[in-house]
């Protein structure tokens, strides 16, 4: 057991939230009971995740996706609501860590990701946000387009949606970053990758793939951010010796 203020005191010192101008606070964003013994960890603080930490009776809910974001509304009203009696009814902590947990280089989604898919994980890239949001590598050896898709579908167990690019090169050298960050394959193609892969999809993405000679993998926006808030609470239970249960609500997107 652990008091929550050094818990998410080590987190900040490990993650480092002060460097990143986010869409959302970082840190603890709900205040439950002050000694933890148990953490769920999870992608998003949607209520089917809430719903479990209560059942699992949590002291800390760790979340990659929290709540209070940028321009959404401040009325506690409907689904906000309940989440938050969720939580405030049960004495349950919420801690939430956004970009900070998409660029470590040890715990980070980005890092995690290229593992789990298997590149040889050649570091960050510089990109327009000076975070080291975006990630490239190698395989170990070239693969068409498809094969790589299969791969990625494979590993993450969802269909992977691919654009291949009009040349039809093999793929050798591939750029990511999770999540929602499909306009990044400008920046990916400017660094010379065959390949980028992301989590979603817009309208424009198909047009600037083709454009730039660039295939692109859209593997889940949820299925390519499910490993750092699991390794950073798996980091919670091996150095403070909290329980920590990690709980993966499907979903599609």
């Known amino acids: 057991m652990i008091s929550c ?23 603890l964003q709900v205040e439950g009971r002050q000694r933890v013994a148990r953490v769920m960890s999870g992608v998003t603080a949607c209520q089917e995740l809430l719903d479990e930490a209560v059942a699992w009776q949590a002291d800390l809910v760790l979340v990659h996706h929290g709540f209070f974001w940028k321009n959404e509304p401040v009325a506690v009203t409907g689904m906000k609501r309940r989440r938050l009696a969720s939580l405030l009814n ?5 801690l939430a860590y956004h970009l900070p947990l998409d660029a470590h280089p040890e715990l980070g989604n980005n890092v995690l990701l290229g593992q789990h898919l298997g590149f040889n994980v050649a570091g960050c890239l510089d990109d327009e946000t000076g975070l080291g949001l975006l990630w490239h ?8 387009p498809d094969e790589l898709a299969a791969r990625v579908g494979e590993r993450l167990d969802r269909t992977a949606l691919l654009i291949d690019a009009p040349e039809g090169r093999e793929v050798r050298r591939v750029a990511w970053c999770t999540g929602g960050a499909q306009d990044m394959i400008t920046a990916a193609a400017e660094a010379g990758v065959d390949a980028f892969i992301s989590g979603e999809i817009s309208e424009r993405t198909t047009h600037l793939a083709r454009e730039l000679g660039v295939h692109y993998l859209a593997a889940g926006h949820h299925a390519t951010e499910r490993y750092g808030v699991r390794a950073l609470g798996q980091w919670l239970g091996d150095t403070f010796g909290v329980e920590h249960r990690f709980v993966d609500i499907d979903n599609p997107a």
Do not use: W
């Not at 203020?5 to 840190?27: H, W």
């Open 5 to 27: 203020d050094e818990l998410v005191a080590a987190c900040n010192q490990r993650l480092s939230p002060e460097r990143f101008k986010d869409y959302t606070l970082n840190g």
């Open 90 to 94: 049960h004495d349950i902590g919420l």
């Open 137 to 144: 590598g190698e395989l170990s050896s070239p693969m068409r």
